[in-house]
């Protein structure tokens, strides 16, 4: 499915200026060396165990299971270092990039979830780096921006646009053109290639491990996988172990917002393919083919555009995907509070409201992605 140019049927590919092509072309090839070898694969499962906490444990969740009427695991990301799915793929791309020899990590971050995760990461392995934010966005987020400085990293304000995190793409883009020794760090699996490439893999941590968990507990294969979609990577990260077991059903439940066409982040149910940001996908638009804001309540769902490879899996009808609403993933991050004493992200939410509008009296066998935790989305009123 995947070939050599990242291309996922007609999906993915690298749409960038020439000198971004030959940053990149280096990237792609180091990076499909590299993880060739036991010691690069070594070294990322040592910093998954001790570091992230890995393995995540795959938790029966009985009280949401007898509601629902279906037996539902809980695959737990929740319980990682930093709260989330998101530090697997930071690691990951900080060791390779420490092997690559870079001197500074940069990152974009809108909510400041990627920024921590990256942050941290960077403290961790020792390279000093800079996050780019929209000032607005800066303001929106003090919590987060006091962390990232509390770990060291250097916090970059945009202040073109809006002041928001497409801003913050454009100039942390135009800081790697023009310094090649930095390394790009892109926190879900959207961009040019190889990113979508390197995310999926980073993240198949996930799926791989719930697969065993499963197969442990249950001796056998669920008969459906679910996930929440930002950009794809918790998702992909989970499906791509069971891709290839059709009995597995795969379904994303997207931030839809309020469901209607100009308040949603539901890009796969709502979007157009374009190239966005690098990448040829689904992406949402206005009449004219030109990519406008997402509304999710979720900041972390908060994106126009979604991961080629999820593209790709929804055009062959592998995997299907669904817009969850605000309403609902409300209810869910209540619900699932309330049965099992777990707080889960308000993104995690949307996915756990999929599971109960799906499975409901199905009794079937399915594994939920718990992408975060959710303390942060607390003091929010709900
Ligand atoms: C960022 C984030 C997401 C969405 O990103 P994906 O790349 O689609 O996984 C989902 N859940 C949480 C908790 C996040 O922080």
């Not at 938790?59 to 989330?84: F, M, P, Q």
């Not at 009808?317 to 209540?334: L, N």
Request: net charge neutral; hydrophobic share 40%.
């Amino acid at each position: 499915m995947l070939e050599n140019n990242g291309t996922y049927g007609v999906y993915g590919g690298a749409f960038v200026p020439p000198v971004l092509e030959t940053q990149l072309k280096k990237l792609s090839d180091f990076f499909d060396q590299i993880t060739q070898t036991d010691e690069f694969r070594t070294e990322f499962i040592d910093v998954l165990k001790d570091f992230v906490g890995r393995p995540s444990s795959l938790y029966y969740a009985k009280n949401l299971s007898a509601y629902v009427g279906s037996k539902i695991y809980l695959k737990r990301e929740d319980l990682n270092h930093t709260g989330s799915h998101k530090i697997n793929n930071a690691v990951g791309q900080i060791l390779l990039a420490k092997k690559m020899g870079a001197k500074e990590i940069i990152a974009e971050t809108g909510a400041g979830q990627h920024g921590v995760a990256t942050a941290t990461a960077c403290a961790f392995l020792g390279l000093p780096c800079k996050i780019f934010m929209g000032a607005v966005d800066m303001e929106r987020q003090a919590l987060n921006v006091r962390r990232m400085r509390l770990l060291g990293a250097e916090i970059v304000a945009a202040t073109t646009g809006n002041q928001t995190l497409k801003d913050a793409v454009d100039s942390a883009l135009d800081y790697y053109i023009n310094h090649p020794d930095s390394f790009y760090l892109l926190g879900s699996q959207v961009g040019p290639h190889p990113y979508p490439k390197m995310v999926g893999y980073f993240q198949s941590v996930i799926g791989n491990e719930a697969r065993q968990q499963i197969l442990n507990k249950e001796g056998r294969l669920p008969d459906s996988v679910i996930a929440c979609l930002g950009g794809g990577s918790n998702a992909i990260g989970l499906f791509s172990a069971f891709i290839d077991d059709p009995q597995v059903k795969m379904y994303g439940a997207e931030g839809g917002g309020k469901n209607i066409a100009n308040n949603t982040a539901a890009t796969l149910n709502y979007g157009t393919p374009i190239v966005f940001q690098g990448t040829y996908s689904y992406c949402l638009t206005d009449a004219d083919k030109n990519p406008i804001a997402s509304k999710s309540i979720a900041a972390g769902l908060d994106y126009p555009g979604i991961s080629p490879q999820h593209a790709y899996l929804k055009d062959s009808q592998r995997a299907s995907y669904f817009s969850v609403t605000d309403e609902e993933a409300i209810e869910s991050f209540k619900l699932l509070a309330r049965l099992e004493g777990i707080i889960p992200a308000i993104e995690s939410s949307h996915a756990v409201a999929l599971a109960v509008k799906l499975l409901k009296n199905k009794n079937s066998l399915s594994i939920v992605n718990l992408s975060g935790r959710g303390d942060k989305d607390v003091e929010r009123e709900m």
